[in-house]
């Protein structure tokens, strides 16, 4: 795709949550996020202003936490920054996109096995409503769940990979790879393009999506934040 088509996967969530998940998206003035149970990110304007964060705070509740993606410009001095992790996000270069033999289509009947395997490997968030985002494949062994991938975020032309795991037991098998294929499979026979987002630190991941195809596109950051009771004067913080 050109860079310009690119430029969506500046603010992923706002770009979903505006475009192909708009059907999920609870509002505020100009805030955006999904419902609590779906998904924790939630979508700011790519400059908020004080009005906006005044939004976050009512919409999220006082003492709520509020997760975002690459938060940039200023944040209410009296919001309490919970977690502020470097992350990269990586965009398909020719990954060798196919379906697989082994993989099978998960549903909300499946839901407390995904959810029971993430509480054991910390993908990342993975709640339980996350499944209606995309299509989720699985691989299971003597009918147990042993690895999962499936659809995330959706900007549009793009879907992002997330909720990747496998169980320890089946470590260094390739079922990673081989899921992060099919979705991506998926993903192409739509005319979509798949990304993905890990911690800047994850370097046995980065190297894992670089073989298999995926180039960084940029570096970002994981950040939340605790709503006060009142909103104050604003801070910057550094974000890339």
Known sequence: MSRSDERVLDNPARAALTGPHAHFAERRGRVLRYPVDVSP???????????DWADVATLAGPGAEITLFGCRGQIPEDWEITLDMDGVQMVDDGLAAAPDPEAILLGPADVPEMLDLVERTRPGPFLPRTVELGTYLGIRRNGALIAMAGERLHPPG????SAVCTDPSARGEGLASRLILAVAHGIRERGETPFLHTGAGNTTAIRLYESLGFRLRRTTAFLAARAPEHLAQTRSVGVS
């Open 41 to 51: 990110w939630l979508a700011l304007p790519d400059e908020p202003d004080a009005d």
């Open 158 to 161: 793009w879907t992002e990979i």
